[in-house]
């Protein structure tokens, strides 16, 4: 897309604000013309690893109601002893073993969630019969949570990792259709009778429009699915698993072993931070012609 808009016409100039008369002008409009300086309307610049601050915040907070004797125990156990029982657990192996499982599960749910969304998106994007086809039938489904399909799928599918890896692709590939298929449309129309006009090819056209504009959006899909993968694979792990984040968790709530879940939720709560920080560094690299406030 670059070089399209470095072929394209170029823009009219922005008309200037008008300037107030001086005594209706405000004072802090005058300061700022006479010294020159522009006042800053962004975020500021960011931070590296300043995104820590709101987790560390709340394990604080959690310690202190602790050690204050503010949180019974007996409901949420202290950080102190979560970390004792996350220690005892890599120790016996217990934690690698699940998390290695967990891990494969919600890896293959993302991989054929982002393939297959990605391949509708085209499909229904690029073309009017697609469009007809596919989008219609997409969003009543994305009205449907891929939750509420599981009964369904276990009858179709039965019990085994067929049908946990299949709910998670579908609620992933819901996720990425919506927000790539929307990038692609929402490309300016300008820039498609530029391509005419230029006689590009369909692959040029591919390759230096309708890629380049559809990749924002289908990176904030990526960090949607994300998320989308680890909320399904909490819920199929406890449908007839015997290894899994999920299945740990859920054995500890029968013996109510808060500690457990705990470790368990902040697992997932570091796979979830992790992956999203990934993906923001891949969508930086691959977008990197692009300035935003994030920037």
Known sequence: MTDILSRAPAAEPAVKDRVLP????????????????????????????????????????????????????????????????????????????????????AGFGLLFGVLAGVLLAVAAGLSRAGEYLLDGTLQVKRAIPSLALLPLMILWLGIGEQMKITVIALGVAVVIYINTYASLTGIDRRYVELGESLDLTRVQFVRKVVVPGALPGFFVGLRLAVTASWLGLVVVEQVNATKGLGYMMFQAQLYAQSDVIIVGLVVYGIFGFVSDALVRAAERRVLSWRRTLAD
């Open 22 to 105: 001086a005594k209706a002008a405000p004072a802090g409009r005058v300061a700022t013309a006479a010294t020159g300086t522009r006042r800053r309307l962004g975020p500021g610049k960011a931070v590296p690893f300043a995104r820590l601050t709101g987790p560390v915040l709340v394990v604080v907070i959690w310690w202190a109601a602790s050690a204050t004797g503010y949180l019974d125990p007996r409901i949420l156990s202290g950080p102190g002893t979560v970390a004792s029982t996350a220690v005892d657990l890599i120790r016996s192996g217990r934690l690698q073993s699940n998390v290695a499982v967990s891990l494969q599960r």
